[in-house]
């Protein structure tokens, strides 16, 4: 922690990217050596690689590591462009939510408060959140920004899960709110009954949630398509792009269906929410398709997009030989820091509400 913190503030007085500790990444100059093609013989299963957790005497876990480090790099040029993306998803949440004086909010997977803080600047001071987060460490966190909003008597902060909800009143809460929280919920159904019973009579639900389905089910077909083929030259790079990428995103149709992230579809939410009592539900299903930011080499290595997912220098450590991570890096490296890749995100916006 104190190195990653050093080499930060470092990037952070030059501008400019810091290299890392190495980890044996190949040094690139557009030369690399060819392989055979029966070097490429391996595909990747995405529960290879596990992400082990950071230092118990660090008051950290996988959550807060990833929120406030890992999602963006530690590139503290970065930061500001992916916060503006989060914001605008916050902002849909909120509209939403319909937020007004003298509500109560309940936050679930309140994360750094993005949510409840977005609503307090809306409404002012009259009304009151509470913070629900499996994560000690965000909760501590955003206690501190109450503090330094002079919010923290308008707040109540609970360590407790989607599914359970612990110390959150029966029929408390005018609205309830998450953003990309049930994504990683393995009972949903669990969470959505919650949510009704927390939320009081003629109270709404406003949530977003990320769709990754159709996404791991191009992956799946990738996977399939690349195993019928027989290993070559001309199909080297394609394989060493799968096995990364089924490292960060289930790649088989056991894997999609057995996984939280991946296990459900925008109409499976609907289902969720009317089966735990919910009426007027309305559904909107937003599919961006965007060129990617600009990112340096580096930042686009040490970038998770998802918690307890590897980074591409934890995957080149541990998968990838010195030629292969040569061979990714120039068939990527260009297109990242022109900003030539595209993106596609995929989110449900949901609201419901209980019946009076």
Known sequence: ????????????????????????????????????????????????????????????????EWLLHRRYGDDPNHEPVLRGFVEQIRDRVLDGAAVSPGMVLVDVGAGEGLIAFGAFERVGPSMEAVLADVSAPLLKRSEELAVERGLRDRCTFLQTSAERLDGVTDQSADVVTTRAVLAYVADKSAAARQFYRVTKPGGCISIAEPIFQDEAMQLAAFTNFLLSSPPNLSNARARLIQRFRALQLPSTMAEIQSNPLTNFSERDLIVLFQKAGFTEIHLELHIDIRKAAP??????????????????????????????????????????????????????????????
């Open 295 to 356: 990112l340096s080499w580096i930042t686009f290595i040490d970038r998770a997009p998802r918690p307890d997912t590897p980074t591409l220098r934890e995957i080149f450590s541990s998968h990838f030989s010195p030629t292969e991570q040569c061979q990714l890096e120039e068939a990527l490296r260009a297109h990242v820091e022109s900003g030539q890749l595209t993106e596609r995100v995929t989110t449900a916006y949901l609201t419901a509400r209980k019946p009076a």
């Open 1 to 64: 922690m104190k190195k990653r913190l050093k080499l930060v503030k470092e990037r952070q007085k030059t501008n400019a990217p810091v290299r890392f500790a190495p980890l044996a990444l190949a040094a690139c100059s557009g030369h690399c050596h060819q392989q055979s093609p029966s070097s490429f013989n391996g595909l990747r299963k995405s529960d290879e690689l596990t992400i082990h957790p950071t230092d118990s005497g660090c008051e950290t876990d996988s959550w807060s």
